[in-house]
């Protein structure tokens, strides 16, 4: 039985599959290729996107969707997440899309199951179906070709499960990563890493910007977010009218990661990103259901 907890879960060949399938979706309706399907969502985290574009995927491919309250479930009164899933995976799921606070808590679960378990973000571990949709955002944009390309990815590196995806399938793809962060938001790492982002703006085709994981601090780590978003906020002033592409995974802290102008500026690929999400998660419960 085979699960998506992470990126090298996929080798490169079944991602180009998939990026591919994902760009057809883009373009054409889909058909009901999952019908008769059913798939169980549990998100023991906060969610916007990620939550509702797997469930809009599914639907679409003609899949049926549970959505397991969390604060209405049995771990509320004190189950184990591996008796919730034992349960969970007795109704026959073919699959099942977890998001959890703690990093390991899929790969924990497909011990429990003969679904495939899809992880939907596992504390500051990873995010593989965000880092897949932001190569496919890269990929379209960049005409296939990310070798040399460079991308600075900014804010709290440590703390972010999407920048941990990002780095493996981004490297694989060629790019060249330089991490920009306060030092106590940079990983151990061998990448190249600064905390002047103003230093390095004029050597990068590509932005990805983090949000302030704040939920994953135990004490407040910057002086004011005020003091933060003045180093490394993407502003007009810092990208100018270079040729260059920002991304973000979302829920943006406008004015803190990214300035309100240039979230309308055809440069920012949040949006663009929401829309491909639904694609590629169309494409990877193809590829693990069929
Ligand atoms: N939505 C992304 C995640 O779940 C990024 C974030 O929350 O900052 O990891």
Redesign the pocket.
């Known amino acids: 039985m085979r699960h998506l907890i992470q990126t090298t879960d996929l080798d490169t060949d079944e991602i180009n599959e998939i990026l591919k399938k994902a760009n057809a979706y883009l373009k054409e309706e889909a058909t009901h290729t999952l019908k008769g399907k059913m798939a169980v969502t549990i998100f023991f ?1 906060n ?1 916007t ?2 939550l509702s574009s797997f469930e809009i995927a599914l639907k679409k491919l003609g899949a049926s969707v549970v959505r397991l309250d969390v604060s209405k479930s049995s771990t509320a009164k004190g189950e184990s997440i591996s008796d919730t899933a034992a349960n969970l995976n007795a109704m026959k799921p073919n699959a099942i899309i977890i ?1 959890h606070k703690n990093a390991g808590a899929g790969e924990h679960l497909a011990k429990y199951v003969s679904c495939p378990i899809i992880n939907g ?1 596992d504390g500051a571990h990873a ?1 593989p179906t ?1 880092a897949l949709l932001d190569l496919l955002t890269l990929k379209n944009h960049f005409k296939n070709n990310l070798k040399g390309k460079k991308i600075a990815i900014i804010g709290d590196i440590k703390n ?3 920048a941990n995806s990002n780095i493996e399938l981004l490297k694989r793809y060629g790019m060249e990563i330089i991490l920009v962060a306060p030092p106590h938001f940079l990983p151990q790492t061998r990448l190249k890493t600064t905390s002047n982002l103003r230093s390095i703006i004029n050597e990068v085709n590509a932005i990805m910007s ?2 302030t ?1 704040t939920e994953r601090h135990d004490t407040q780590t910057y002086g004011s977010l005020k003091d933060y978003a003045y180093d490394f906020c993407i502003t007009k002033e810092l990208i100018k009218d270079k040729d260059i592409i920002i991304l973000h ?3 943006v802290h406008r004015n803190v990661d990214i300035e309100d102008e240039i979230l309308k500026d055809p440069r920012c690929k949040v949006l663009e990103q929401v829309t491909n999400g639904v694609a590629v998660r169309m494409a990877v419960m193809e590829h693990f259901l069929l």
């Open positions: 985290e969610s996107r990620t998001r973000g995010h965000q972010s499960r999407v983090l949000r994981q995974p979302g829920p």
